[in-house]
Structure formats: structure tokens, C-alpha cells
DNA sequence: AATATTATCGCAAAGTTTTGCAATAACAGA
DNA sequence: TCTGTTATTGCAAAACTTTGCGATAATATT
């Protein structure tokens, strides 16, 4: 079974109704290695479906967020961009000079999550953290 | 010397003019105890300048985040909010559900992110830093 | 103080994301 | 399978953010 039926499955067991619209949408983000925008999906959807409207992605992929089936984050230029949390746990470190996104292994941080479960009662969403900061070119080239 | 000062005074350092369109957004944002959307800012400058543009606040907030004087946070809805690093250092707990932030301490992080910096040569900003997740409120209430 | 250079500004337009509303379709129950 | 309820959709408008361009003003140089 693949992720985005059980994503699928999962909803309705929510109680939120599963649409042609949601099941395309899920599935393209799921089935997609790289993070992708609202008009992305919307574009590789056009030939599947004329009618789905882009205020429709944008609605869904706000859904996904809410309920912790996919992550937003903040992209080059402000723009957002959606990933599911199929894609295996990492971190991201992002550069704020040149706007790439570097990959990084989350060993080592689980002590200071569960430190916050227990001091905070907060349940940190450990799927896709994001950390800003300056990569090693940016470093480099001040 | 208070911290808009010095931070103007390392921007014309670094080259940029010193107008009074950034003085007045750079003193704003720093003597704000919460953390401001552009358009708040604009608004709370109206009565010194009734030609300041909405476009200039964003620009120059670009510039602030950009040079690692600012912060920018995604806040409820979507709309972008921004913070000095004046503001004492803390991490951000925001909250899925709800959308409430919970600041809380950064004790206990600082070995994970030397070890970024050595493995990946990357500098984290620990000063702003934000995780997402579910609030106790709305973990219960579930 | 006057001048030259060019970064920054205001404005208007474009691009991106959210929202209100009436029509539609998903799904629970008969 | 048919019916009723109401969550979800498409559309259009609003709200938010970025960008192009010519005019202006900040800084360096004389
Ligand atoms: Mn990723
Ligand atoms: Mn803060
Ligand atoms: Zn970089
Ligand atoms: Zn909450």
C-alpha cells in the first residue's frame, strides 16, 4: 500500500471527505522527490483535470499541513513549497545568502525533543525540521 | 547605544545607505516587544511619514533578514511576521493546530548545532530558531 | 560646498496566497 | 439504491508580497 492511499485512508477516517481533487493532489506530492509549489502541482495536474482550480491545491495542501501529512516550508523568493513526510526524516538546512537547501541527518537531536515533551508538554513535529542559517560557500565568500 | 543604532551603523559598514525610511522601520522593529508584520509597521509609522510605501518596509525587512538583523516567521494564515535579535535568544514552539507560539529555552541544543557546524560546515542562527508541532492544549483536546 | 555616482525610493503592476459564496458531490442512513 | 446533509469545489474578489522603472537622495570625491 502506498503512502498515499494510507494518507487517503487516513483522512477519511477523519472524517474529511476524499475528492478526485484530493487524491491527485496527494499522490503528485507523494510521488514527487523534490518539494514543490502550489502552481507546480496545479501544472502537472492540467492534463489529468481542466477544471481543478488552483485555490483547490492551495486548500488541500493547507489540510495535509494541519494535519501533519505534509510540511510547508519557505522557499527562495518567499514562495512556499510542500513536501510530504514520505520522504525519509531529515533536516533541512537552508542558507539565507544563497537560498539552497542542504540535507542533514537529525542524530543527535532526539535527547533535546524528548527534553521538550517533558518540560514543555510540546510535541515537535520531527519529520522535516528546517534550520536557517549561512552554508559553507556563503561562509567563505564574506 | 541601543541595538537600532548599532545595527545601522554595521549596515553602512557594509555599504548600504542609511535613509530614513530604514531608520524609522529598524527602530520600530526594535523597540517591539512582539514580533510585527509589515504591515503593522507601515501602519504605526504613518503618523511620521505619510509617503513611506508598503513596498519600501518590505524591502528594507528583506534586507534586515537577509543580513541576519531580523527574523522572519510564517504567523497564523500565512502572513509573515518578523523580529530583531534583540529580542533575547529563545526557540519558537509553534503550534499546528492552533497556531499559538510558546517561546521556550534553547539549553541543551548547543552541542547539535556545533555538530552541524563541524559536519556540514554549516552556521545555524540559533537565535531565532523555530520547531512546529502540537501544543499540550491540543494534543489533550484531541 | 558643489558634483558625480548609483543605491534606494515611490508608484504601479504583477505575482502569490487566502477567502466568501453559491453550486456540487461525498457519504451516512433509510 | 435513493435521499438528505453538509463538506468541498470553482470562481471571482480580496489580501498579501514581490518587482520593474524612472525619479530622488545618500555618499564619496573634488
Ligand atoms: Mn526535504
Ligand atoms: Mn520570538
Ligand atoms: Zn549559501
Ligand atoms: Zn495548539
Known sequence: MTHCH?????????G????PQREM???TLAHSETHLSAE???QRLQPRSKTLNLATVY?????LVEQGYATRLVGKG???LYATRQHSRHLHLICRKCGRTYPADL??????IAHLKQTYGFQVEVEHLTFYGVCPNCLQST
Chains 1, 2 share one sequence.
Do not use: M, N
Not at 59 to 63: C, Y
Open 6 to 14: 494510507t494518507t487517503l485512508q487516513s483522512l477519511r477516517q477523519q
Open 16 to 19: 474529511f471527505r476524499v475528492t
Open 25 to 27: 493532489i496527494v499522490e
Open 40 to 42: 507546480e502541482i496545479h
Open 59 to 63: 486548500r488541500t495542501l493547507d489540510l
Open 78 to 80: 518567499g514562495k512556499f
Open 107 to 112: 542524530k543527535g537531536l532526539e535527547p533535546f
